[in-house]
């Protein structure tokens, strides 16, 4: 059974940092793509950022571009999403996704952790 457990949010204010863990059980970690996701309150899910198997890294929206990095650690079977700059619009659940394959559009992640919050004050 795939089990992805996210951790690392908390409350940050704006132009801070915060570092989120994604650690993968019950899959091949290092032949699956992994991303992130958020969603805000009313709002609906959205990219974050996405890694190939190989550590491929699809173009960033630019709600992100410049601030967020994926990363991952095959040997640790965990992903990162490192957010810089914090926003109060980045305020929403983080969610960490896995792809059935190495590579993946956005719209083929299948496998979601639970979430957690990230909230951005001013």
């Known amino acids: 059974q795939v089990q992805l457990v996210e951790s690392g949010g908390g409350l940050v204010q704006a132009g801070g940092s915060l570092r989120l863990s994604c650690a993968a059980s019950?899959?091949?970690?290092?032949?699956?793509?992994m991303g992130w996701f958020r969603q805000a309150p009313g709002k609906e899910r959205e990219f974050v950022a996405t890694?190939?198997?190989?550590?491929?890294?699809?173009p960033y929206p630019d709600s992100v571009k410049g601030r967020f990095t994926i990363s991952r650690d095959n040997a640790k079977n965990t992903a990162y999403l490192q957010m810089n700059s914090l926003k109060p619009e980045d305020t929403a659940v983080y969610y960490c996704?896995?792809?059935?394959?190495?590579?993946?559009?956005?719209?083929?992640?299948?496998?979601w952790g639970q979430g957690t919050q990230v909230t951005v004050s001013s």
């Open positions: 996704a896995a792809a059935p394959n190495g590579i993946a559009d956005i719209t083929e992640f299948i496998y």
């Open positions: 019950g899959l091949i970690f290092n032949r699956r793509a």
């Open positions: 890694i190939t198997w190989n550590g491929q890294i699809a």
